[in-house]
């Protein structure tokens, strides 16, 4: 099922990114907020719409968007981005960054160069949203993107 | 003037919407719209001892008159517009313990009388402007500091809070705040050191192991035995100058 971004400016220092199908349905989305000024940027909530995917889809969703998070933090000229982590999408969080984050009163901050952080997402995952190399965490990852992630939000 | 900082040694934040979200070590204020459990509205605490260790300069004691203090912050992430006002408050809970607080609780089992920290005066709050600067100075503290030395045993607690918490757009800075980070708020206090007066000075002996006592020496209390023994030193000195 191939997915298009698509990406909104509802205000000054918000963007909406939408994955949509070739229906043009939305299947996933997230909020980013950021700062030019401050050339930051934060990654919200993940959160897949369409019911009925499949985990591995489900990942697949959650990587594009953040696929296309970053890229657009590249073009608005940020160098750092950050997000906090629940428990249950530690493991992607991980994954995707590259790095353990810091430990917050029970989730995780991830705060990375953004370079860093595109550059080793780029390298470990593909365009089509498939994380590369099977690796121990990969099925946790896939039962966090099931769990966590509710529709009806 | 001399000057001492102080180091913050309780630090959090508290979350309006995940209540029960307050890590310690961490400071954050302000909003953020971003969806289901990671939308928030963020206030910070800290504590200062200004008659505990000094990072820099040394304890200040009840004798010294503090003619300045400033608050000093280093930035770390910064969202939405810039220029936005934060308020500083004194926390009105003594026994705030950053290791168990969150919006509702000060302390495990202690609630907050108002959700989102109990603020007190005196002092008068203090307004800041949130910058992106990578060291941010708060001028204004005077009044915590004299506050605290006058009435809460040198105890320095603030609150800081955005003025504006529901704003149109995510608004928010996060400050370091590690309680291992020197980078951690820290209270920088200009003060008057005002030596102890030497007793010597009351009446120096103009003659070895002579003293005139008068009536109001007579009639003064008991001293402690600091004061005490500052006086057996004092007249040691002058007694090692006459030899």
């Known amino acids: ?153 | 003037m001399p000057q001492s900082t102080f180091a913050a040694d309780g630090t959090q934040f508290i979350d309006g919407v995940s209540q029960s979200y307050a890590p310690a070590g961490f400071w954050w204020v302000g909003t953020g719209y971003l969806g289901g459990s990671k939308s928030f509205v963020r206030r910070s605490l800290a504590s200062f001892d200004v008659y505990g260790r000094a990072v820099a300069g040394r304890p200040l004691t009840p004798s010294d008159t503090v003619t300045a203090a400033e608050l000093l912050l280093s930035p770390v992430t910064a969202v939405g517009p810039a220029g936005w006002s934060a308020t500083i408050d004194r926390v009105a809970r003594a026994d705030w313990d950053y290791a168990s607080a969150d919006w509702t609780h000060y302390k495990a089992g202690g609630l907050w009388t108002t959700p989102g920290g109990d603020a007190g005066t005196p002092p008068a709050p203090v307004t800041m402007t949130a910058s992106l600067a990578s060291e941010q100075v708060v001028p204004g503290m005077l009044g915590f500091v004299t506050d605290a030395m006058a009435l809460r045993s040198g105890r320095v607690l603030l609150r800081v809070r955005a003025v504006n918490e529901a704003p149109a757009d995510s608004t928010w800075v996060s400050y370091d705040a590690a309680l291992t980070s020197p980078a951690r708020p820290r209270l920088r206090v200009t003060y008057v050191a005002t030596e102890p007066s030497p007793i010597a000075h009351e009446a120096p002996p103009t003659m070895r192991g002579t003293r005139a006592v008068s009536a109001a020496d007579a009639a003064r209390p008991a001293r402690s035995a600091d004061v005490a023994r500052t006086s057996v030193a004092a007249l040691s000195r002058d007694e090692a100058r006459a030899d």
């Open chain 1, 1 to 153: 099922m191939p997915l298009t971004p698509d990406i909104t400016h509802p205000s000054p220092h918000t963007a909406v990114i939408r994955l949509r199908d070739g229906a043009g349905d939305v299947i996933a989305d997230v909020t980013c907020v950021y700062s030019r000024a401050a050339a930051t940027g934060a990654l919200g909530e993940l959160r897949v719409r369409r019911a009925g995917l499949t985990a591995r889809e489900r990942v697949r969703a959650l990587v594009l968007l953040v696929r296309e998070a970053l890229a657009l933090a590249d073009h608005l000229g940020l160098t750092r981005v950050l997000t906090e982590a629940s428990a249950e999408a530690v493991p992607l969080a991980r994954r995707l960054a590259g790095s353990d984050g810091a430990e917050a009163g029970g989730r995780r901050l991830f705060l990375a160069e953004l370079a860093t952080v595109r550059t080793h997402v780029l390298t470990t995952t593909t365009p089509a949203g498939d994380l590369t190399g099977a690796r121990d965490d990969d099925a946790a990852i896939e039962e966090a993107a099931r769990a966590a992630v509710d529709v009806r939000r």
